[in-house]
């Protein structure tokens, strides 16, 4: 006897502070099948609470909420929420607020106004390991980490080995060093090496900037 039906795979918390939207959210995953709504929160704080208690797979996140707002509860997710991977669900925020939070762990953002289709694929894609991002988000967020980055100036076609492009397609999935070495069959500190030097011939700061270029750049599309 299957329990797919009874238990969905991907657990999502939501939180946002318009209870009428809330609403509409829970039905909409509610009727996707493999998504349940384990709780809703409607300010900062109590988002903090229930992700401690709950522990879900996702976060729908809202930026602009009472008592605390989205970046503080992205500072204090730690310890047991460590394992919540976070989408921004949004009307638009400022580009520097939506870096920040990006900085501090959120790993997609949706306009409010997406299509329904778009929001389920973007959960199942982060519950993955994937960043989702749209096109316009991902060219203001290169745009935004430029300003604020000390990197030296990208270049617009890199000349990747395979082995570097097959690195790059694993790291905007979501990879760690140990996991791409065990996928590829190296060492963790070649990998290491390897993303040295593609930080250098692409001008990128961290793994979050190399995952964003990469999708922008279309990288990622064959491994």
């Known amino acids: 006897m299957t329990k797919s039906k009874t238990n969905p795979s991907i657990r999502v918390l939501v939180a946002d502070d318009h209870a009428i939207f809330r609403e509409g959210l829970r039905k ?3 009727g996707a099948g493999d998504i349940a709504v384990v709780g809703e929160a409607g300010d900062g704080d109590e988002t903090v609470r ?17 008592v605390k707002d989205g970046l ?52 199942r894609k982060v519950n993955a390991g994937e960043i989702w991002l749209d096109n316009r988000m991902t060219a203001e ?3 935004a980490f430029k300003k604020s980055s000390d990197s030296g100036a990208r270049r617009e076609k890199p000349l990747l080995s395979p082995r570097e492009k097959e690195i790059v397609h694993l790291v905007a999935q979501g990879f760690r060093n140990r996991e791409i070495a ?12 390897h993303l040295h030097n593609i930080f250098d011939k692409l001008g990128v700061s961290d793994r979050l900037e190399l995952a964003l270029y990469a999708i922008h750049h279309r990288l990622t599309d064959t491994p």
């Open 28 to 30: 909409l995953l509610e």
């Open 182 to 193: 065990e996928k590829l069959f190296i060492s963790e500190q070649t990998v290491k090496n």
């Open 50 to 66: 229930l992700l401690h208690k709950l522990k879900p797979d996702v976060l729908l996140l809202d930026l602009r909420m009472p």
């Open 72 to 123: 503080g509860v992205l500072e204090e997710m730690n310890g047991d929420s460590a394992q919540t991977r976070v989408i921004l669900v949004t009307e638009g925020e400022n580009e520097h607020d939506v870096v920040r939070a990006m900085r501090l762990g959120a790993r997609g953002v949706v306009w409010k106004q997406s299509a329904s289709s778009l929001l389920l694929k973007s959960i």
């Open 141 to 143: 967020l290169i745009d």
